[in-house]
């Protein structure tokens, strides 16, 4: 964007920056937990749990969310990416506002990546005090199979779209000379007036705080199926 950079306009809204950085802690406390082994994997399956409910309102909130936080804007045209690659934008095309092409197609596997390893965890069982709350619907070759995964191509494919956005977040700090933390920190990035701003009041904040609870009360249920007698 060529235009003189004038003011502050709100990118992220409080729900979104909630959820980014404690879907990070639960991450962190996860690989921590499975490191560690033993008594930890009680909490390493309570941060998977609270992953799913995280992941489960992000989804939700991909629809209904802030205006740049929403599944909608992530979406580019093959014309839009092949401008944005070529570095040649047209006025309305907002490639930095919120994500760009490239980097909104990184959230969305990075998103599916998550589903599928905490869906995985869910019926895994390592044959030795753990196993997921819902195995008892699957047979022993899925279960193993999936506990596999769990374990190798799933596990170590989060770790490397994890370094990537790592990666991505310091490369636009040190080339591009852009803040994404401090824009996910504060959720404003200073640009042009006419960027129109995602909505962030506190109706949308207290409807966030139903839908969340909601993901977790889903979440619960899911999880307590496995306890209920066939």
Known sequence: MSERLSSLVRVWDLPTRLFHWALVLCLLGSVLSAKLGGNAMVW????????????????????????????????????????????????DDHFEVGHNPLGAFSVLIMLGWLLLQVGSGLIADDEIAITGP????????????WTAYHKSYGQWGLYLLAGLHVLAVLFYRLHKRRDLIGAM??????????????????ATRLFALTLLGACAAAVYLLVNLGATPP
């Open 185 to 202: 920190l504060s959720g404003d990035k200073r640009l042009p007036a006419h960027v129109p701003a995602a909505r962030d009041t506190l």
């Open 134 to 145: 819902l195995v008892r619907f699957v047979s022993n070759e899925v279960s193993l199979a």
């Open 44 to 91: 390493h399956m309570r941060l998977g749990y609270a992953a799913l409910t995280l992941l489960a309102f992000r989804l939700l909130w991909g629809l209904v969310g802030g205006r740049w936080s929403r599944f909608s804007s992530f979406f580019y045209s093959p014309a839009a990416l092949w401008r944005y690659l070529r570095g040649r934008p047209l006025p």
